[in-house]
């Protein structure tokens, strides 16, 4: 086969729902094509053998947080043995940071994005280039671009930033600023209104913060780290949007694309742009004997005019400072462009935007002769994928086979991209919601149905954003439901509306598995990470929900996020077990590639494991030593609560104490001072060790005790029970 798409999934009863749409899309390519899925247990050098076994001229890796180690080993060992063998990597994680990855420079290139419409394109152009690898003239190369690709540029012969010429610091209103000559320059200026006063109030405190700690000239590591922890913040303020965004009018909007483009080629060159509702993004590059500081203010001023005459108003249109950052090398290039082009997108931004983008073949140089590219260099080693049509994307779902079907979990999507901002989340980083016509899905699942699948889960960020759609769906799967089927949803805990919960109180029971994340009842926290947060709906509703006998519901909380204690995780479990639902995951916070919650890395002294899964581990409110605490009360819950292998037996650990979350944590502790392991326990151990805990450190009667473990074991086969009686003899 020559082109094979492969991931490794956490474990083998899980299937890859991406994997299936590339193939999907691939045109008339697609019987040239295989799927090859691993999971985590098997060794890079056997998977390696296995792909190859294909003898593929592509294969594509789709990588998350969990394969992210052994995809580089097995690219790794990939690379070693088969130079020419194209390697594509996609994914969440490397669509957003990815240039100081191991992988990346193994790889010839990445999707940043949904795939499915670059993908048959992508492998069409490299299998034209592998079956012609000689240098080739430059109108072959052009017309190969497909324009569809959507390329990042290649990095272009735009001047970068030169670590051994001098650099110019200076500090205009406390922001800093590095000039060069020959640079090129990433600068945002902004409507003078384009800010909330409450968000300028905490700028300055952050700000005023970090000078507390770092004094100028600052390091290149500190202007770094400045522009993240700022500009980034400042960013994601101007996209929501405050002010009265008059660049969103065409006759503002022209003014500021003609001044800018006014001295294009003859005091600077422009790269990509874009007029945003309140501000403007560009990369330019001044000119031999013209300043940046000098464009800037022409720009400014020459617009400001032209915009208070038109609107008959007087006083500062733009606010007075901009900011402006060289642009350190060609990774950083790219990942601007990427920046600015999908700034309307990633804003949701719905009014006309104006956009300067660059041509791929503009930022080719022209070759000289002896130095003509050959063809399969020509294609970008990053390509952003723009958001998918879906209404027109062929469906994955034939793609699963009848093995998958009798043995394997069956993921689905109704939609993608989710309303909310959370910042530990990736998917705050996507374009809103879309949702796939009710009349092109639901064909596919009944044929899925038919085949078999049993327990469908939906990918769906937040199943009940939209009510209609979500009550379209759960009236196609209950009027097309076989006995045993299930439904595993993500539902965002604030809403529950009347008619989905008439749907869901009519459901046969076990229907649904619902997921809420509740995250955290800290409403400082919450705010703090952009989660939203409306705590007693949130408790009613999860009341309500894991009432009804249709409903298995599993919560989560995260443990970590910056300026939670402690003291308030405590409180929060202990809110949320009140509530009654039937699993509770306490999960340990992890730093996603790219998601925004690293901007509070500073101020919060957060301090991350290195390594996938970036947990944290310790913050400044919660030491590294209570985190391992929390991680094992986490593990122990699951094995003993959540699994429903103790449902009497764990109840007695809090029974008559105040707080459930240090009952348990009391157990935990005891338990890991007596063993020194959190994994490994049998059914049989574990019913000594709550034995012993709950006669010796809780005083119950050891009737008691053997009455709630033999009710426990009672629910069990009786092969388990009669093992487990004889160990506990033991
Ligand atoms: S955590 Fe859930 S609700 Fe928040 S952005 Fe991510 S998917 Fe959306």
């Known amino acids: 086969m020559d082109i094979v798409f492969s991931t490794f999934n956490a474990r083998y009863s899980h299937t890859a729902l991406a994997l299936r749409c590339l193939p999907a899309n691939l045109g008339d390519l697609h019987d040239r094509s295989v799927i090859v899925e691993f999971d985590n247990r098997l060794s890079p050098q056997a998977a390696a053998e296995k792909l190859l076994a294909h003898d593929p001229k592509i294969i594509l890796f789709s990588i998350y947080i969990w394969n992210l180690v052994i995809t580089y080993e097995t690219v790794a060992i990939l690379r070693t043995l088969r130079p020419s063998l194209k390697i594509i990597i996609g994914g969440p994680e490397v669509s957003y940071i990815y240039a100081d990855l191991l992988i990346y420079p193994l790889i010839d290139h990445l999707v940043c994005g949904e795939g499915e419409g670059v993908i048959e394109q992508l492998c069409r152009d490299l299998l034209v280039s592998q079956a012609s690898r000689l240098p080739c003239p430059s109108s072959v190369l052009q017309a190969s671009l497909s324009p569809c690709l959507n390329p990042v540029p290649q990095a272009s012969s735009l001047p970068c930033f030169n670590p051994v010429q001098e650099v110019r610091q200076s500090r205009r209103k406390n922001i800093p600023h590095w000039t060069q000559t020959d640079c090129t320059y990433f600068v945002t200026f902004r409507l003078a209104d384009s800010i909330a006063q409450s968000r300028i109030s ?16 600052c390091t290149e590591s500190e202007q770094a780290q400045f522009d993240e922890l700022f500009s980034e913040r400042v960013n994601n303020w101007l996209d929501e949007g405050a002010g009265a965004c008059i660049l969103c009018k065409p006759e503002i909007s022209k003014i500021v694309t003609d001044t800018l483009t006014h001295f294009d080629g003859e005091h600077y060159e422009l790269d990509e742009w874009v007029i945003m509702p309140n501000h403007v993004h560009t990369l330019v590059t001044p000119l031999p004997g013209f300043e940046l500081k000098d464009i800037l203010h022409s720009w400014k001023s020459y617009s400001a005019h032209a915009i208070n005459k038109i609107t008959g108003q007087t006083g500062a249109v733009w606010k007075h400072e901009s900011y402006d950052h060289i642009v350190r090398d060609h990774e950083e290039l790219n990942r601007i462009r990427l920046y600015i082009r999908n700034n309307p997108a990633k804003a949701g931004c719905s009014a006309e935007i104006r956009q300067g983008k660059r041509d791929a073949c503009d930022t080719l140089a022209v070759p000289q002769a002896s130095r003509l590219p050959c063809l399969e260099s020509s294609l970008p080693k990053v390509i952003e994928a723009p958001p998918a049509d879906l209404k027109h994307i ?14 394997r979990r069956i993921y689905v999507e109704t939609a993608r991209g989710c309303p909310f901002k959370c910042e530990y989340c990736l998917s705050a980083l996507e374009p809103n919601v879309r949702f796939f016509p009710p009349e092109r899905i639901f064909p596919m699942f009944g044929k899925l149905i038919e085949r078999g699948v049993r327990i469908f889960k939906l ?3 937040s199943f009940n954003i939209n009510t209609a759609h979500a009550a379209a769906v759960l009236r196609f799967f209950l009027e097309n439901r076989r006995d045993g089927m299930m439904l595993h949803l993500e539902w965002e805990p604030e809403r529950l509306s009347p008619v989905l919960e008439k749907l869901i109180a009519g459901a046969p029971p076990g229907f649904l598995q619902l997921e809420v994340g509740v995250q955290t009842f800290n409403a400082e926290v919450a705010a703090r990470i952009e989660r939203p ?17 249709s409903v298995h519901l599993h919560a989560d909380l995260i443990a970590g996020l910056p300026g939670e204690t402690f003291d308030s995780i405590a409180a929060g479990f202990d809110r949320l077990h009140a509530c009654g639902p039937h699993e509770i995951q306490l999960g340990i916070l992890k730093k996603l590639r790219g998601a925004p919650i690293a901007r509070h890395d500073v101020e919060w002294q957060m301090v991350y494991n290195t390594s996938p899964p970036y947990d944290v581990l310790q913050t400044a409110t919660l030491n590294f030593v209570d985190l391992q605490r929390i991680r094992r009360f986490a593990r122990f819950w699951d094995i003993i609560v959540n699994n429903g292998r103790f449902p009497e037996t764990s109840k007695l650990i809090w029974q008559n104490l105040p707080s459930v979350f240090g009952a348990f944590m009391e157990w935990s502790e005891w338990v890991y001072q007596q063993t020194h392991v959190t994994f490994g326990f049998t059914p049989a151990r574990l019913a000594q060790l709550l034995e012993q805990f709950l006669t010796e450190q809780r005083g119950f009667s050891a009737k008691t005790v053997r009455h709630a473990i033999d009710a426990d074991l009672a629910a069990r086969s009786p092969v388990a029970k009669g093992m487990e009686r004889q160990t506990r003899k033991r």
């Not at 062929?394 to 043995?407: G, N, Q, R, S």
């Open 459 to 461: 990918l769906d960020r």
């Open 202 to 217: 905490e700028y300055k405190e952050l700000r005023e913060k970090w000078k507390e700690h770092h004094q100028p000239p």
């Open 533 to 549: 947060l409306d705590a007693e709906k949130v408790e009613a509703h999860i009341r309500t929900l894991a009432a009804l006998p």
């Open 394 to 407: 062929a469906l994955p779902y034939d793609e699963y086979t009848d093995e998958d079907i009798a043995h």
